[in-house]
């Protein structure tokens, strides 16, 4: 298995979970021409099951066997690393056959089997920081999936609550996130602008309309990575639409982030 954090910057992008494997595959070859375009390393993100939704009948995805079905066949067309997020350790031995990267999602990033069992994969993993958590608050994930032995780790930065249903995003953790874990840290623009509860009959909300400059500030500030989810018609999507990219702004909304993560190091170097 490749590096899959180590060419900074890189993106990981796709939809929030799997669907058709007509839509699937849509994403996926459309990634895949922007990665080879923009000559940026990309890694296929959807979720098999979504098991934190706001309520009951919320949309989960097709669940493990189906969804990882459908994964595989996203990775064997397009060529492209597939990221999908764990739940539960005992999933993650199955997940690990299919994905290249293991996601911890934010709310359970202190699961402290979950961590060291997806360190234990042999799969590059990803932890998102928990919505409530300093920087510093990231060590201690850090180091039980390193304890499992992961081969690479990175923490995700998806915004800390301020008040209820809103998220902010404070430009200072990229660099305290690297200095506090050692690690990659990737930014998380779509959910950042996220409105937990918001939406209709509870689901979550979201602010679309600013993923695009807090993607630009996080480049300038440090971010290693961009997570993008995205979607051809957002507004049907199962899952958090409100606060996904629609799939044809995608190539611009990147290239400019691009630009920018370049030129400030460019400046900084000078």
Wanted: with cysteine.
């Amino acid at each position: 298995m490749g590096q899959h954090f180590g060419a900074t910057p890189f993106l990981i992008a796709g939809p929030c979970v799997v669907e058709s494997d007509a839509l699937n595959l849509r994403i996926g070859e459309a990634l895949a021409e922007l990665g080879t375009k923009l000559g940026v390393h990309v890694i296929y993100k959807a979720s098999y099951d979504k098991a934190n939704r706001s309520r009951l009948k919320g949309a989960r995805g097709p669940g493990l066997e189906r969804g990882l079905q459908a994964l595989a066949t996203v990775r064997s067309e397009t060529g492209l690393p597939i990221l999908t997020d764990v739940h539960d350790a005992a999933q993650v031995a199955a997940a690990a056959q299919v994905a290249d990267v293991l996601q911890i999602p934010a709310f359970l990033c202190r699961q402290t089997d979950l961590l060291v069992a997806a360190g234990r994969a042999g799969r590059a993993v990803n932890v998102k920081k928990g919505q409530w958590l300093s920087p510093d608050g990231m060590q201690g994930a850090v180091e039980k999936v390193r304890a499992g032995g992961a081969p690479e780790v990175a923490v995700t930065e998806r915004g800390t609550f301020f008040g209820y249903g809103d998220l902010v995003v404070d430009m200072r953790t990229f660099a305290r996130l690297r200095a506090a874990c050692g690690v990659p840290v990737v930014y998380d623009a779509t959910h950042s602008v996220q409105q937990p509860g918001k939406g209709e009959g509870g689901s979550s909300g979201g602010l679309r309309e600013f993923i695009a400059p807090l993607l630009y500030a996080a480049a300038a500030a440090g971010a290693d990575g961009f997570f993008l989810e995205t979607h051809p018609d957002p507004d049907r999507a199962p899952s958090d639409g409100p606060n996904m990219l629609p799939l044809d702004q995608l190539p611009t909304i990147v290239s400019v982030a691009l630009e920018v993560w370049q030129r400030v190091r460019e400046t900084v170097r000078a």
